[in-house]
């Protein structure tokens, strides 16, 4: 019995395995025959494209109306012109003012006692803003006159024992060292005299540098100081004054554009919040490059305006590149294939109207320009619309 159970297990087992590969064996067919169906219909596509075209041509010597109701494609095309070509270098940048001044004490600075000006003020050159503590300033003056004070009564007791000395001196008495000592004290004095008021002068000055100046006429932007607090002159804990009569639009120039830039390049600068638009010229290229953006600061003048202040964005277009006589064409009309770029134009060949391949070499692109450096001339018709699914030679039409 198990004998009989054996052989029947193998020939099922048998049976399933030569399906399965029958099935494998279908379907693997199944998919070569659709493979060479697709190839043989390409093929005869393939002739039927010729045999069309060659028809087409046919017919368009034959009936050349018929041909453009048939085959013409509508296309927009352009005159090609000689034109000024013009390349900008657009780069973000910021107004700032030309006269921006952080309020310094002439001292070492000091306790601030007494402010004088707020945020948004009007300040004129030479107004007082600050007071700082003068009371030691105050006592030194004081000291230094009560010192020269003194000084003065002993210089007008020695002249008087000076006058009485040469009086004796000049009647035989006396001896000529107690006059030549006396005139020494009266000459001392004076000299120490004059040391003093040199020191009256300087403790005058010390006190004066308690009061704090404006050194520019402008507008206080900020007044960061309070009562109590040391006033040194630090941007954070200090005053800063704008006067933004004399504006200027900095930018950060990448140093590739080096040899491009130059004092006096010509600049369009836009203020794109206040849609205003200045021409200008390139006033200063600093002569270092940054280690950190690896580029250098260009800056440029603009006119004083109501609504424009420091720190506003502005965008700085730089003439890098300009070429009086040029040819251009919409990028958009740019295509490229294995031979290199190319546009296609209308031409006319044989009463027709065909497009044709021009292959150009390009140069400098700006906008929705390109300047084309050889390939087109003036007078031709580049094709502007309609032209993505054209081919060389095809029958084209304006519509007109």
């Known amino acids: 019995m198990k004998r009989i159970l054996s052989a029947l297990l193998i020939t099922t087992t ?3 395995t030569a399906c399965g590969s029958s099935s494998q ?4 067919g199944a998919i070569t025959d659709k493979k060479v169906e697709i190839e043989k219909l ?3 596509k393939s002739k039927l494209d010729v045999s069309i075209k060659k028809l087409e041509d046919d017919l368009a010597k034959i009936d050349t109306g018929a041909a453009k109701a048939v085959n013409a494609k509508l296309v927009a095309i352009q005159p090609v012109a000689i034109e000024a070509f013009s390349h900008y270098l657009d780069l973000q940048g910021r107004i700032e003012a030309e006269n921006t001044s952080y309020i310094t004490p002439r001292g070492m600075g000091g306790q601030v006692r007494a402010i004088f000006v707020k945020e948004g003020d009007q300040v004129r050159k030479g107004q007082l803003l600050l007071k700082l503590d003068d009371a030691i300033a105050r006592q030194n003056v004081v000291a230094v006159r009560q010192s020269m004070e003194a000084v003065k009564t002993q210089l007008a007791l020695a002249k008087t024992v000076y006058d009485r000395q040469k009086n004796l001196w000049d009647k035989n008495i006396g001896t000529e060292v107690q006059l030549l000592q006396a005139k020494s004290n009266v000459e001392g004095l004076e000299n ?12 005058q000055e010390q006190l004066g540098q308690s009061n704090v100046y404006s050194n520019v006429s402008g507008v206080a932007e900020e007044v960061n100081i309070h009562v109590g ?4 002159g630090a941007p954070m804990n200090g005053i800063k004054i704008v006067n933004s009569s004399n504006l200027k639009v900095i930018t950060d120039v990448p140093e590739n554009y080096l040899s491009r830039i130059q004092k006096g390049t010509k600049v369009r600068i836009e203020i794109p919040d206040l849609n205003k638009t200045f021409e200008s010229t390139v006033s200063l290229v600093s002569q270092s490059i940054s280690t950190i953006t690896r580029g250098f600061i260009a800056e440029a003048k603009i006119p004083t305006q109501p609504g424009l202040k420091p720190n506003l964005i502005a965008v700085m277009k730089i003439l890098d590149y300009s070429a009086p006589k040029a040819i251009s064409v919409p990028l958009a009309t740019l295509q490229t294939d294995e031979k290199g770029k190319f546009v296609l134009v209308a031409v006319t060949e044989n009463g027709k109207t065909v497009a044709r391949k021009k292959p150009i070499q390009v140069g400098e692109l700006y906008g929705e320009k390109i300047e084309v450096k050889q390939g087109l001339k003036a007078g031709d018709n580049i094709i502007t619309e309609g032209f993505q699914s054209l081919y060389d030679g095809q029958l084209i039409t304006t519509g007109s």
């Open 25 to 28: 064996k279908e379907k693997a």
């Open 42 to 44: 390409k093929s005869e």
């Open 14 to 16: 048998l049976l399933i």
């Open 192 to 203: 120490q005299l004059k040391t003093m008021g040199e020191n009256v002068k300087l403790s």
């Open 229 to 232: 607090e040391n006033f040194t």
